[in-house]
């Protein structure tokens, strides 16, 4: 790559420079985009699509007028790469990038704001040249705990992502520490892909994925084997997993207004029972997704009759206890009584539910609040043996509470009384200091005036 530690970004040599020295960067190769570079970066990896980039810039007009830096406002600017969140030519000269590096960019109005331009700083079908220095990259989060980080190889076509249900035909690479442990086509539907062994991770990806797309998924355990790891492929427990997923084709599933009442009703039983399955086997985030699909059905629905009234009723109160039942093995104690409250809502003396959101509100240390639930299960049903015990220990907590608000109180009115102790004291040594400085002055007066006398 071209490189020009000294150029300007000012005065008419621009043009001059960038026609002798700048590479076109356009994929069609029309000089829409010419970059020099002013310092190379480091490490040889580059931003791909979807990546978090952070960079300084300064933008210019061709005449040397500055029209906007991040450097000036003191604050790096960051957004995805190659989603349209930016103009053209950022998407396209920071996909060239290393990290560290600091090149210069000159962009035809067709890779900036066009004919319009952007009034009033930028005129209308302007040519721009900025100096962009690329500070950092990371891939795109695909969930809220960071365990699943995509970065996007080649983009795919089209607008449409499979969802939940869908049936998608991929190609993976699976490795681990470098080591390729799988490489194969599979197929499977979206939301049940452990059961032909592909990790959780790349399930969940799937709905992010567009046809055609090429991506590195980086999973953390928990979205790939877990502690149990995976023997047969010489995996150990807690690993680091890193897929190369191709989505080669897919066919979406019914959407919830696609179809009637009656048919969600029949294939709401066999979700269920596919949810059990899962969480017999100890797969909850696979559960909570089958159960979690029911809910989406059924929650907005009335039923025409008695009868279906009844089973909207009972498959919604099933399916929000499972996912009370798959959060409290999950330790996402907040979802567990999110739960228990719709099935509180639909019936205010479920025993079950009473019970688990006293289970998390335990775990959640509201011990008085548990220790409600818990007696109001016993209101329910007075045989309750696990109640009667839950009872027992939140009332331990209580006072264990109760006794270390006691010892904070104690030591900071301690504290207090110590403190307004020694303000007290300083203050009665300053008052007796003012005395004796007082009666010192009175006999230096004392003595003048006898000296004057004499």
Not at 22 to 28: P, S
Not at 55 to 66: A, C, I, M, P, S
Not at 79 to 96: C, E, P, R, T
Not at 231 to 256: C, H, M, W
Request: glycine fraction near 10%; hydrophobic fraction near 35%.
């Amino acid at each position: 790559m071209t490189t020009d530690k000294n150029l300007s970004m000012d005065g008419q040599s621009v043009t001059a420079t960038f026609a002798a020295k700048g590479i076109d960067i356009t994929q069609n190769k029309d000089q829409g985009v010419c970059k020099v570079v002013k310092r190379h970066g480091v490490g040889g990896d580059k931003p791909m699509i979807g990546d978090k980039v952070t960079v300084h810039y300064t933008g210019k007009l061709l005449n040397g007028k500055k029209f906007d830096s991040s450097l000036d406002r003191k604050e790096p600017f960051s957004f995805n790469l190659g989603k349209g969140q930016v103009i053209k030519a950022w998407d396209i000269g920071v996909a060239s990038m290393q990290k560290g590096e600091v090149c210069m960019l000159l962009c035809r109005p067709e890779y900036a704001y066009g004919l319009a331009g952007s009034p009033p700083k930028i005129p209308p079908n302007t040519s721009l040249l900025f100096e962009v220095e690329l500070l950092s990259f990371e891939g795109e989060l695909l969930t809220e705990d960071g365990g699943v980080t995509r970065r996007i190889k080649i983009k795919g076509e089209g607008y449409n992502n499979p969802n939940e249900g869908a049936t998608v035909d991929v190609h993976l690479e699976g490795r681990c520490g470098g080591h390729l442990f799988y490489s194969r086509d599979i197929r499977f539907t979206v939301g049940e892909s452990e059961e032909l062994g592909v990790p959780l991770g790349v399930d969940r990806a799937m709905e992010k994925m567009q046809k055609g797309e090429c991506c590195l998924l980086y999973l953390k355990p928990k979205y790939g084997f877990g502690r149990e790891g995976k023997p047969e492929y010489k995996i150990g427990p807690n690993s680091d997993l890193l897929y190369e997923v191709t989505l080669k084709d897919f066919q979406r599933a019914k959407e919830s207004w696609e179809m009637d009442l009656r048919e969600k009703l029949e294939l709401a039983f066999g979700i269920k029972h596919k949810g059990n399955q899962f969480f017999k086997a100890g797969r909850y985030h696979q559960a909570v997704i089958q159960y979690q699909r029911i809910v989406s059905w059924l929650e907005m629905e009335c039923g025409a009759c008695f009868e279906q009234q009844q089973k909207i009723r009972d498959l919604l109160l099933v399916s929000q206890l499972n996912l009370a039942l798959c959060f409290l093995r999950l330790k996402e104690f907040s979802h567990v009584v999110d739960n228990c409250n719709k099935v509180i809502e639909l019936d205010g003396k479920n025993e079950k539910a009473l019970y688990r959101r006293g289970e998390a509100r335990l775990h959640r240390n509201e011990f008085s609040l548990a220790l409600t639930d818990f007696r109001q299960v016993l209101q329910v049903n007075s045989a309750n043996r696990a109640a009667h015990a839950q009872i027992s220990i939140c009332q331990l907590k209580i006072r264990e509470h109760h006794e270390r608000d006691k010892t904070i109180y104690a030591n900071m009115f301690q504290k207090f009384a110590e403190h307004d102790a020694k303000v007290g004291k300083m203050k009665r040594r300053r008052v007796e200091g003012l005395k004796m400085d007082g009666n010192s002055a009175v006999g230096i007066k004392r003595r003048r005036r006898s000296h004057e006398c004499s």
